[in-house]
């Protein structure tokens, strides 16, 4: 059974980075695409960008220029790095499996941009 | 990339049937079969509940059902529940990225 594990930083001040890992158990790392996708509290979802297993992203157009999505493939882990943070990104980030569709999630990490 | 449109909310009486739309353009919903559902309850993550515009994921009851007509996809419950009452999001491929819906919240009444 597929399981997503991640992790990071909550609080952040403005103009910082935002880094997160997501750790993948139980099923294949590789030949499928890993995402991050946001939810700003009471909104709804908001596509980040993913990654393939071989290292090939692929960005929102409106943060591409904040976003980097790694990969480690030894650990069977994925991250995300979004810099010169705001207020607006302040939201719930959740890792997922897929590109087409998401069918597996992690739990969620509240991230909060705040002075 | 903007967002599809999905109304704010939808409800429904236990066992009757429900439809939550999600209208996009031709670069997204109407261009590709690959629009999916997902179902949220509060405070957790988003499951999915069908993908492909109607396949449904193993596991997922035959209540819910999905189809797509133009620019417009649609999300079926059959049967009401109380346990469907949950957030709804639509979610399309484009060339570019995936986009989403601003979510259906559904009361069951």
């Known amino acids: 059974q597929v399981q997503l594990q991640q992790w990071g930083a909550g609080l952040l001040k403005p103009s910082g980075t935002l880094s997160l890992t997501c750790a993948v158990y139980g099923g294949s790392f590789s030949g499928y695409y890993w995402s991050w996708i946001r939810q700003p509290p009471g909104k709804g979802l908001e596509w980040v960008g993913e990654?393939?297993?071989?290292?090939?992203?692929n960005y929102n157009p409106s943060l591409k220029s904040r976003v980097t999505i790694s990969l480690d493939m030894s650990k069977n882990q994925f991250s995300l790095k979004l810099t010169s943070v705001t207020a607006a990104d302040t939201a719930v980030y959740y890792c997922?499996?897929?590109?087409?569709?998401?069918?597996?999630w992690g739990q969620g990490t509240l991230v909060t941009v705040s002075s | 990339q903007s967002a599809l449109t999905q109304p704010a909310s939808v409800s429904g009486s236990p066992g009757q049937s429900i439809t939550i739309s999600c209208t996009g353009t031709?670069?997204?919903?109407?261009?590709?079969?690959?629009v999916s559902w997902y179902q949220q309850h509060p405070g957790k993550a988003p499951k999915l509940m069908i993908y492909d515009v109607s396949n449904r994921p193993s596991g997922v009851s035959n209540r819910f059902s999905g189809s797509k007509s133009g620019n417009t996809a649609s999300l079926t419950i059959s049967g009401l529940q109380a346990e469907d009452e949950a957030d709804y999001y639509c979610?399309?491929?484009?060339?570019?990225?995936?986009?989403f819906g601003g979510g259906t919240k559904l009361t069951v009444l």
């Open positions: 997922a499996r897929g590109i087409l569709s998401f069918d597996h």
């Open positions: 979610g399309s491929y484009t060339s570019t990225s995936t986009v």
């Open positions: 031709s670069s997204d919903v109407g261009g590709y079969n690959y």
């Open positions: 990654i393939n297993h071989s290292g090939s992203t």
